[in-house]
């Protein structure tokens, strides 16, 4: 993961294995092509990504804006260390490639949403919503846990991961705030709405 984080989807077996200690091919014994390779390294990325428990993170029923907060911070931090440059193999459209490469969309989705609805979900349902999450608030933690997000402010705006994590907490928190005033005012206005008159 260090050898694809830092050299994205051109770091070669032989800088792989001499990172790992073995030969290139010992790794071949194991993987059938470079590109198997990278795609097991990217799966493991993903996990390491979302890997649990995070340490210091406090219950989201004890402290919502905390766990938000020490979130945000975590997520964008691994973003920035675990996938690093393969980001942008990762996200890169593939016209041409290896069967094992054309795997890795897949894998990013499956990664991605399952992640953001689990902590959209987490976060609605801890604050007091009822029922699903918005799409929109979803859509919001999908916006803002984006590595495409970290890369962006990390290069074009000179921000670091904690800088970007305090951002995405802020922004997170209001959206959180917004969909359950919305589906507050919702919910009594069905309340108060008088029934028909029948006859």
Not at 16 to 21: M, N, P, T, V
Not at 105 to 110: I, K, N, S, V
Not at 139 to 149: P, R
Not at 188 to 195: A, F, G, H
């Amino acid at each position: 993961m260090e050898v694809v984080a830092r050299r994205g989807f051109d770091a070669t077996v032989e800088e792989i294995a001499q990172l790992s200690g073995v030969s290139p091919r010992t790794i071949f014994r194991h993987y059938k092509s470079h590109d198997r390779l990278i795609v097991a390294t990217v799966k493991d990325m993903w996990e390491a990504c979302g890997q649990r428990p995070i340490e210091g993170l406090p219950s989201p029923s004890e402290d919502l804006d905390g766990w938000l907060e020490g979130l945000a911070l975590t997520i964008h931090t691994r973003n920035a260390e675990i996938i690093g440059e393969a980001f942008w193999d990762i996200h890169a459209p593939r016209d041409k490639g290896s069967d094992a490469l054309s795997e890795v969309p897949d894998l990013r989705r499956e990664y991605r949403v399952r992640g953001v609805e689990y902590l959209a979900s987490l976060a609605w349902r801890t604050a007091g919503g009822v029922g699903d999450p918005p799409q929109a608030l979803t859509l919001a933690f999908a916006l803002h846990f984006s590595a495409f997000a970290t890369q962006a402010l990390m290069i074009d705006f000179d921000q670091t991961p904690a800088d970007i994590g305090e951002l995405t907490a802020d922004m997170l928190k209001g959206a959180l705030a917004q969909a359950l005033h919305a589906q507050q005012a919702t919910r009594r206005s069905d309340v108060m709405e008088p029934e028909p008159e029948q006859g």
